[in-house]
T-cell receptor, first 114, second 113 residues
Framework: SAVISQKPSRDICQRGTSLTIQCQVD?????MFWYRQQPGQSLTLIAT?????????ESGFVIDKFPISRPNLTFSTLTVSNMSPEDSSIYLC???????????FGPGTRLTVT | SQQGEEDPQALSIQEGENATMNCSYK?????LQWYRQNSGRGLVHLIL?????REKHSGRLRVTLDTSKKSSSLLITASRAADTASYFC?????????????FGKGTLLTVNP
């Protein structure tokens, strides 16, 4: 297993601003992911954060809106850029350490955009 | 879309009763996983069942998988108030990465003391 922390745990931001969310893992991991969970909804994969190269984005998510950094095997950041109220969600990072796709999740960052 | 569908959307039971949640998905999979989420927090991995398995147990949890019906069920026996949470199934597409998960919509379980 892995222990994952995220900062901030929550934030209230104004429309048009950007927020950077940090994800820290207590051990080196290859696979790291960012998800969005809109209010009352399920999780949607935003991207896979690749160490040393550009993130791999899922359909509907673009780098200009959600730039991701992965400088090493224990840390990643997700920036939500030029925010609008529709970006209000919980953002979660996860890591994959099991042999068959099991993932461990951080506690999430609850973002409210006003 | 691969997205799974859980039913029921919400389930309310008394402590000590069993809770059964179902998940259906649309395309062939490598594995199916169940996760728990307490009140908008991070998800906790509960159990994984491979596509060639039909049943798996872990403590008070029992998971079944029927690939012919593209469905799975999660049974929690002797429920406790602490089991109150949302439960999600997650699948990965056959032939794809085990880590590219598609989550279902979830079942909100309330266990009343």
């Amino acid at each position: 297993s892995a222990v994952i922390s995220q900062k901030p745990s929550r934030d209230i931001c104004q429309r048009g601003t950007s927020l950077t969310i940090q994800c820290q893992v207590d051990s080196q991991v290859t696979m790291m992911f960012w998800y969005r969970q809109q209010p009352g909804q399920s999780l949607t994969l935003i991207a896979t954060a690749n160490q040393g190269s550009e993130a791999t984005y899922e359909s509907g998510f673009v780098i200009d809106k959600f730039p991701i950094s992965r400088p090493n095997l224990t840390f990643s950041t997700l920036t939500v850029s030029n925010m609008s109220p529709e970006d209000s969600s919980i953002y979660l990072c996860s890591v994959g350490t099991g042999d068959h796709g099991e993932q461990y999740f951080g506690p999430g960052t609850r973002l409210t955009v006003t | 879309s691969q997205q799974g569908e859980e039913d029921p959307q919400a389930l309310s039971i008394q402590e000590g009763e069993n809770a059964t949640m179902n998940c259906s998905y649309k395309t062939s999979i490598n594995n199916l996983q169940w996760y728990r989420q307490n009140s908008g927090r991070g998800l906790v991995h509960l159990i994984l069942i491979r596509s060639n398995e039909r049943e798996k147990h872990s403590g008070r949890l029992r998971v079944t998988l029927d690939t012919s019906k593209k469905s799975s069920s999660l049974l929690i026996t002797a429920s406790r108030a602490a089991d109150t949470a949302s439960y999600f199934c997650a699948t990965d597409a056959e032939g794809g990465s085990n880590y590219k998960l598609t989550f279902g919509k979830g079942t909100l379980l309330t266990v009343n003391p």
